[in-house]
T-cell receptor, first 115, second 112 residues
């Protein structure tokens, strides 16, 4: 099976702009989660979607949003970009979720640089 | 302090030596996951531990979960340069499914 695919791989944006990142989960996986990784804060949970519904949300401002489509593909959007949003954004998929003993499998991430 | 603490933060070992990385939680563990990351890349799933006392092995890597101590350890036997990378433990601390909390990571270097 193909792994989790994230596009684009790299992105450079200017403060105030918005950005959309895309994630295609492993075939058959219905849960998609997003994480932000920075040198200072480490890996932090953004949100999780299962069957097009947001199940969990981390402690991030409303500028960070996401959605999941009927084919389980997911997108996350960040509006009004700030310098502090520069990070590696990782998407992970699982069949049902960790509560049901199905681990997360991560993509290679999108590295976002805000200038 | 962080909810999930990893130690040590970094480790340099000679090829062939054994090593152990620890992950300690300040909260109840509902599931513990070990991942490996090469710099700037995604996380590679290593092992999942769900029950107290559980121990799993894959090739030269063994992970154990001590539920009472709220702690997990990752042990690498006869380390090789291919083991180099950042090891991250992640845990479900809220019994909320995919909302994992991660430790700060352990950076491992293996000298040939």
């Amino acid at each position: 099976k193909a792994g989790v695919t994230q596009t684009p791989r790299y992105l450079i944006k200017t403060r105030g702009q918005q950005v959309t990142l895309s994630c295609s989960p492993i075939s058959g996986h219905r849960s998609v989660s997003w994480y932000q990784q920075t040198p200072g804060q480490g890996l932090q949970f953004l949100f999780e979607y299962f069957s097009e519904t947001q199940r969990n949300k981390g402690n991030f401002p409303g500028r960070f949003s996401g959605r999941q489509f009927s084919n389980s593909r997911s997108e996350m959007n960040v509006s009004t970009l700030e310098l502090g949003d520069s990070a590696l954004y990782l998407c992970a998929s699982s069949e049902y979720g960790t509560a049901n003993n199905s681990p997360l499998h991560f993509g290679n991430g999108t590295r976002l640089t805000v200038t | 302090s962080q909810e999930l603490e990893q130690s040590p933060q970094s480790l340099i070992v000679q090829e062939g030596k054994n090593l152990t990385i620890n992950c300690t939680s300040s909260k109840t563990l509902y599931g513990l996951y070990w991942y490996k990351q090469k710099y700037g890349e995604g996380l590679i799933f290593l092992m999942m531990l769900q029950k107290g006392g559980e121990e799993k092995s894959h090739e030269k890597i063994t992970a154990k979960l001590d539920e009472k101590k709220q702690q997990s350890s990752l042990h690498i036997t006869a380390s090789q340069p291919s083991h180099a990378g950042i090891y991250l433990c992640g845990a479900d601390l809220n019994n909320a499914g995919n909302m994992l909390t991660f430790g700060g990571g352990t950076r491992l270097m293996v000298k040939p």
